[in-house]
């Protein structure tokens, strides 16, 4: 069975702009969630989906917003770049929810100049 | 506030040694997992622990979840090269649902 995929592995962005990043889960897994990870604030939780609903959000100002598709399909954004938003922005699927176990893809590294 | 304390962040021995992580938390958890992270890539679920005083053991890496599902332990023994890499705790609490990651300890194994 694949794994979780994301696309793309890395990015260039410069301040200001916009970036949209792209997960395909696990087949038969229907609840992602999204993490953005850095070296000073570790694994932090953005965001939930399942069954195309947000179920969950962390504490993320609202330039960070996500959706999921009908075929588990998750994307999330980030409007109005900034520096600090430079991050391995990390996507998990898992079968069913609560999703405690949860399966990691290789992640976007995002940079922002 | 870091809900989620491990101990220590950084760890760097020679292959053969024993070392034990600690991951430690004042809330409760319903379960407790731990991964491993390698470079560029993403995490790897080693192991969920949901009973208190639970125990499992994986190859030569024994986790532990404490009595009062506070706190946990992995215990690796005969440190190899190949287990270098990021080790995460991360705790499910039924209110807020989400998994919360402790910061994590960078594992190191020399030859």
């Known amino acids: 069975k694949a794994g979780v995929t994301q696309t793309p592995r890395y990015l260039i962005k410069t301040r200001g702009q916009q970036v949209t990043l792209s997960c395909s889960p696990i087949?038969?897994?229907?609840?992602v969630s999204w993490y953005q990870q850095t070296p000073g604030q570790g694994l932090q939780f953005l965001f939930e989906y399942f069954s195309e609903t947000q179920r969950n959000k962390g504490n993320f100002p609202g330039r960070f917003s996500g959706r999921q598709f009908s075929n588990s399909r998750s994307e999330m954004n980030v409007s109005t770049l900034e520096l600090g938003d430079s991050a391995l922005y990390l996507c998990a699927s898992s079968l069913r929810v609560p999703a405690i176990e949860q399966y990691f893809g290789p992640g976007t590294r995002l940079t922002v100049t | 506030t870091q809900l989620l304390e491990q101990s220590p962040q950084f760890l760097s021995i020679q292959e053969g040694e024993n070392l034990t992580v600690y991951c430690n938390s004042s809330s409760v958890f319903s379960s407790l997992q731990w991964y491993r992270q390698e470079p560029g890539e993403g995490p790897v679920l080693l192991v969920t622990?949901?009973?208190?005083?639970e125990v499992k053991k994986l190859k030569r890496l024994t986790f532990q979840f404490g009595d009062a599902r506070k706190d946990s332990s992995l215990h690796i023994t005969a440190a190899q090269p190949g287990d270098t890499g990021l080790y995460l705790c991360a705790g499910y609490r039924n209110q807020g649902g989400k998994l919360i990651f402790g910061q994590g300890t960078e594992l190191s194994v020399k030859p």
């Open positions: 087949s038969g897994h229907r609840s």
């Open positions: 622990v949901v009973t208190g005083g």
